[in-house]
């Protein structure tokens, strides 16, 4: 278990196509939001399929609690191997491409919502994770914007059930990576 430490900031078209130029590696994401647990034992979890430019894949199911305290909040993470994901096709899910801009000393990222059969708030949003302050890398990187309300731009407030099936958004995201 590991605490983070991040903040999130709304980006427009301008900004996003400035700071994604600057990006040093690139993957797709699709999340589904389980209520009821069967990997961890956890009532909530996230899990996750990634692919990286090189055509790399995982499987990581999560567990992340709500904010607390100095914009922080609690992690877990496994990788796992899934064989059938049609059981998918019942949860919440979100698809994005994420560019990330640094890895260290902070993690500086934008999410590229990806357009399912549902409509999402943001198009793009940054995020910043650091133990450092925030100040530093919201000028570094321009961020003016950040939300107001965290836990309305978290990824789980943002899924929806799809009419896709699990595969076809896999694909989708393939498609832009």
């Avoid at 491409?97 to 949003?125: G, H, N, Q």
Wanted: net charge negative; glycine share 2%.
């Amino acid at each position: 278990m590991k605490i983070e430490r991040e903040k999130k900031y709304i980006l427009d078209e301008h900004l996003f196509e400035k700071l994604i130029k600057k990006s040093v590696y690139k993957v797709g994401v699709v999340q589904w939001y389980m209520d009821n647990c069967r990997f961890i034992k956890r009532e909530n979890c996230r899990l996750r399929y990634t692919i990286d430019e090189n055509g790399n894949e995982k499987w990581v199911v999560a567990f992340k609690s709500k904010l607390f305290g100095d914009f922080q909040r609690i992690e877990e993470e496994y990788d796992l191997e899934i064989k059938d994901i049609s059981f998918l096709k019942y949860y919440p899910v979100v698809a994005k491409i994420r560019y990330f801009l640094m890895f260290s000393p902070a993690e500086v990222s934008i999410d590229e919502f990806i357009p399912l059969d549902f409509s999402i708030k943001v198009k793009y949003l940054a995020e910043i994770e650091t133990d450092e302050n925030f100040e530093k890398y919201e000028e570094i990187f321009n961020l003016k914007k950040p939300v107001e309300d965290f836990e309305e731009y978290t990824n789980f407030s943002m899924a929806k059930v799809s009419k896709l099936r699990p595969d076809e958004i896999i694909k989708k995201v393939k498609t832009m990576i």
